[in-house]
Structure formats: C-alpha cells, structure tokens
C-alpha cells in the first residue's frame, strides 16, 4: 500500500489495492467484497486540524456495487466531532450519493459510521446501490459550525450490474 505524506484537506489516493490477493492497479473492479482505506486497513489518518485526523474507508459488498462508507478517527481536541461521508464521482465531478453523518461524538479514538445514527439510518443512508462509474469516499467532520475535511479514500471502480 502507498503511503501518505503531508497533512493537506484535499487529497485523492490513487494507490494500488489488493482485492482477495490480486493487486488490481488504481482502483478496484468488484466480484468479491473489497475493502479500501486510504493506506492498509483503518489507517493511517490524516491530520485535518492539530488535534483530529480523520482516514477514509470504502467497502464493496460481494454484489459488486453496494458501498459503504466509514472513518477511522484520532481527537485530541476535546470538543464533540461529527463524522460524515460522501461519494464523489471521479470522472463527472459533484456528490454522488450522501452517506450523512454518525452520533456527535467526543471519543478521542474510534470509527464513524455515516448514516448509522438518527436522523439518516431510518432512510438507508449507510449503503449506497452505486451506478457505474469510479468513485471515491470523501470524509470529513463538523466541528464548533464548520465544515472540514475531505479527506479521501483510494478509487473504486463500479461496473454494470443487474
């Protein structure tokens, strides 16, 4: 797995993925479930402010095309977070489905669950039917009424499906 330098707020990974043993190259194609966070498994993150880093994490369930979306976390800040996702369509730009955002939270160590807590769980937030196309996981956090982030998971690659 590639690893990440550099504390930035926007920042795409290209890297290679290893679905069921098979590097794949930059992105993954789907027939078994897959897995992609931005370096390994749950990690590393990325420091978004001086006291949170957030990761990015994708996983593709064995019918090629649901998604999931979550984030590992460090806060150190002291304050409540709240965590939540987006997939972005890399080759047409712009949201392609919004995972919502999990409990706020004040837990220094853990992992986001978008669309896992009230008010999205109750309309299925959490998973996403992706169309074909190439995605990525944008993940961020609202902290004291902003908005930061965008710190995003390896591309996924969706292919036709029934």
Not at 60 to 86: D, F, K, L, M, R
Request: aromatic fraction near 10%; proline fraction near 5%; charge should be negative.
């Amino acid at each position: 797995m590639p690893d990440w330098s550099g504390g930035i707020t926007k920042a795409v990974v290209a890297g290679s993925i290893t679905v069921a043993g098979v590097v794949t190259g930059t992105g993954t194609a789907h027939a078994d479930p897959a897995t992609a966070c931005r370096s390994g498994i749950n990690g590393p993150t990325v420091a978004v402010t001086n006291t949170i880093s957030i990761g990015s994490c994708c996983y593709v369930e064995g019918n090629g095309y649901t998604i999931w979306g979550w984030i590992p976390y460090q806060n150190n800040s002291g304050s409540s977070v709240t965590y939540c996702a987006h997939a972005i369509d890399v080759i047409h730009g712009g949201w392609a489905h919004d995972f919502g955002c999990d409990s706020t939270t004040a837990a220094q160590q853990g992992m986001a669950h978008p669309g896992a807590a009230d008010p999205y769980h109750k309309w299925g937030w959490q998973t996403w039917g992706a169309g074909p196309g190439t995605y990525v996981i944008s993940a961020g956090f609202w902290l004291n009424g902003h908005y930061l982030g965008d710190v995003e998971s390896p591309m996924t690659t969706i292919g036709a499906h029934a």
